[in-house]
């Protein structure tokens, strides 16, 4: 079946370091893949997201690349803020008929220290 | 403004009282969703509904009941809560005629405390 599988949080950084936050997925079909962000208190935004592989998504200087041979999209940023302290999900959905499924991880939460 | 609104924000109850959470959007999406979060397990789906009076089971559908009786409302209904359905609890919505791969768009989350 479908499924996604995130790094164990949390994750602790210091501001401006960089950020890497894995994830990879085992998918029946090709899927379209999303990360998403909850801040404290708040439901989930879209980041970003890619619909096929190669695609690249960027957002707000996070980036992630659909990496179909390694079945990955890795969320990275160069240069870390507090204010992006957060819980991270990555999701996969389908296009078509499968496309009420959304897949979460189970979140990797980021603290940025000043 | 585009939104999905839960209420209430934070419920605290006991076992067996029946309970109701709201959801309501306004962007007239077709597809609505519940989903209850847990630590380490991340988002896991309840229910969905395609569009009115359409609705089916997700992952984790015991103890809950749906109903979609109109386009923007899509309530979640605990009729004997239990202690194991304490959790924080979501609302989401996206279009579907038109609109491939659209988002989902979340409410802020209901925060659920069964005693």
């Known amino acids: 079946g479908d499924s996604v599988t995130q790094m164990e949080g949390p994750v602790t950084l210091s501001e401006e370091a960089f950020l890497t936050i894995n994830c990879t997925y085992t998918a029946t079909g090709y899927p379209s893949l999303f990360w998403y962000v909850q801040y404290p208190g708040e439901g989930l935004q879209l980041l970003l997201k890619?619909?096929?592989?190669?695609d690249k998504g960027s957002n707000k200087g996070f980036e992630a690349t659909y990496r179909k041979e390694t079945t990955s999209f890795h969320l990275e940023k160069g240069s870390v803020q507090v204010s992006d302290s957060a819980v991270y999900f990555c999701?996969?959905?389908?296009?078509?008929?499968?496309?009420?499924?959304?897949?979460f991880g189970s979140g990797t939460k980021l603290n940025v220290k000043p | 403004e585009a939104q999905v609104t839960q209420n209430p924000r934070y419920l605290i109850t006991v076992t067996g009282k029946k309970l109701t959470v709201t959801c309501s959007q306004n962007m007239n999406h077709e597809y609505m969703s519940w989903y209850r979060q847990d630590p380490g397990l991340g988002l896991r789906q309840i229910y969905y509904?395609?569009?009115?009076?359409?609705?089916d089971k997700g992952d984790v559908p015991e103890g809950y009941k749906v109903s979609r009786k109109e386009k923007r409302n899509f309530p979640l209904i605990l009729e004997s809560p239990s202690p194991n359905q304490t959790s924080l609890y979501f609302c989401a919505s996206r279009p579907i005629e038109g609109q491939p791969l659209s988002p989902l768009h979340f409410g802020n989350g209901t925060r659920l405390t069964v005693t």
């Open positions: 509904s395609m569009n009115v009076e359409v609705t």
């Open positions: 890619a619909t096929k592989a190669d």
């Open positions: 999701a996969l959905t389908y296009e078509g008929y499968n496309f009420n499924k959304f897949y």
